[in-house]
């Protein structure tokens, strides 16, 4: 079975004395972004050292791992998918030995056309250890002879549609690339340590708040980055095209609230789409609550707008994995009841207001109404912080197939009915925009999983 390289992050440092520390570091900040495997590929004396492993950041590396991962380079990657089976093959950074030395990457987005590449290679006599695309990024480069990695790199990234930021480290040198369109974040900084500076790369900022770097800039769409010990150099490989695919998602739940993506600081536009959501649609009620994490910022924003009193209605046990990641339908609804507790004390006899930021299948939802009911809610009221989510994501946020987004062949009013709500609404797509962009003229984003306007010409079904 395919795996699609769903919910990643990425992680790069050069030059660091602490490179692998650094990078344990870089991906337990981005843990949210993938929990099934995690690895770290260090550069000592123009070898690569490499671990990977199944689970989470902080169980697979111990004080040994690190202290085994020398050298002043290294690059790291957290991976969650559920497409794919959970291979330890399918954990990255990948890495290859090839004619001109070592080579390792990681890669967070997905590539629509993989299933078209793959075959090309396997008819060219490729052998695929794993069932990622990302793999056919080490084929290209093998088949390319040219001892010039960022020649090698700009025409396989030239074969290559859909999302991808990606860091590629040889044994001389790190390159980093970001797909035409940016559809996912990717962002350059710098650490000070004692024997000078090092340049950092990560997926998202708050990488860098935990190990002290400051934010350069974004990584363009585009563009191909040098780095070696001669310093850095930049080269755009591609036309950066009219209109930019950056994942709204990231600014509705995928990133952390304390990251600036493409940009924008993510709890300042969660917490917009919370404000025009009480403009669109108001109900009147005695308390505003979110649905622990991914709709407190936004349910912030709407109880300032409507006046109506915010309260942490329902507390969740935060030793719990996602519900989302669960296997099974029967284990995901039980999920819900051991992650989130709603508190009488808060909702007894009133009338409820519950934001959370999107619905998916509408499991959780349901749970949750369910939960607030036995607790003595009188009414309930669910607003969500976005549009009606109605097509999967094929540039890399695990959605699960089109039939089982319940807005995909439900109306508002039946969704309500099936969640057990009083009243449902949705953020509009107008709302969101302006949410997420203010008067600016232009909207950069891809927003495909609620309008299904996919910005690719070919991508997966
Ligand atoms: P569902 O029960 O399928 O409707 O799931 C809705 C919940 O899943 C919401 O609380 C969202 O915060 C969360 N969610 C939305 N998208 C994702 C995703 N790609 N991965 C994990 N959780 C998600």
Not at 440 to 452: L, V
Request: charged letters at 25%; hydrophobic letters at 35%; one cysteine or more.
């Amino acid at each position: 079975m395919k795996a699609w390289n769903e919910e990643c992050a990425v992680f790069g440092i050069w030059g660091d004395p602490e490179a692998s520390r650094m990078t344990f570091l870089g991906l337990y900040a981005q843990q949210h972004r993938g929990q099934e495997s995690a690895g770290i590929v260090s550069l000592n004396e123009g070898h690569h050292i490499i671990d990977k492993g199944m689970g989470l950041v902080g169980d697979i590396f111990k004080e040994r791992n690190l202290q085994r991962l020398k050298g002043k380079s290294a690059i790291g990657h957290v991976r969650y998918s559920t497409t794919g089976r959970n291979l330890v093959e399918n954990a990255q950074p990948l890495t290859a030995e090839l004619l001109n030395g070592p080579i390792a990457m990681a890669h967070n987005g997905n590539i629509v056309n993989g299933d078209v590449l793959r075959e090309k290679l396997k008819k060219a006599g490729a052998i695929f250890q794993g069932t990622t695309d990302t793999e056919c990024l080490l084929h290209f480069l093998a088949q390319d002879k040219r001892n010039d990695l960022g020649a090698c790199l700009k025409d396989a990234a030239l074969q290559l549609e859909g999302a991808f930021s990606m860091v590629f480290m040889s044994h001389k040198d790190m390159y980093i690339i970001r797909d035409p369109k940016g559809f996912r974040p990717l962002v350059l900084g710098k650490r000070k340590h004692e024997e000078g500076e090092s340049y950092v790369v990560a997926s998202e900022t708050c990488a860098f708040d935990l190990i002290g770097a400051e934010f350069i800039r974004e990584v363009e769409p585009g563009e191909i980055i040098k780095i070696s010990d001669e310093g850095i150099e930049s080269e755009r490989y591609a036309e950066k095209p009219g209109k930019l695919s950056q994942c709204v998602f990231e600014h509705v739940y995928f990133a952390r609230p304390d990251s600036e993506v493409f940009g924008k600081n993510v709890y300042t536009t969660r917490k917009s789409m919370g404000k025009v959501l009480a403009k669109e649609n108001v109900v009147e009620a005695d308390v505003v609550i979110p649905v622990p994490d991914s709709g407190i910022p936004s349910a912030i924003g709407y109880s300032e707008e409507s006046k109506i009193p915010f309260e942490l209605g329902i507390v969740r046990n935060h030793y719990v994995g996602r519900t989302f990641i669960q296997p099974s339908q029967s284990i995901r609804s039980f999920g819900v009841k051991i992650k989130l507790n709603p508190q009488k004390a808060i909702l007894k006899d009133k009338r409820v207001i519950v934001i959370d930021d999107s619905i998916v299948r509408g499991t959780t939802s349901k749970k949750i109404i369910s939960l607030l009911r036995q607790a003595g809610a009188k009414e309930v009221h669910f607003r969500v912080a976005s549009p009606p989510t109605t097509g999967p994501c094929y540039y890399g946020v695990d959605t699960p197939k089109k039939e089982q987004l319940i807005a995909s062949h439900q109306t508002v009013e039946q969704i309500k009915d099936f969640i057990g709500a009083d009243s449902l609404a949705y953020l509009s797509h107008d709302g969101l925009k302006h949410a997420v962009v203010g008067d600016e003229p232009e909207f950069n984003f891809c927003s495909a999983c609620f309008t299904g306007d996919y910005p690719t010409d070919t991508f997966e079904s």
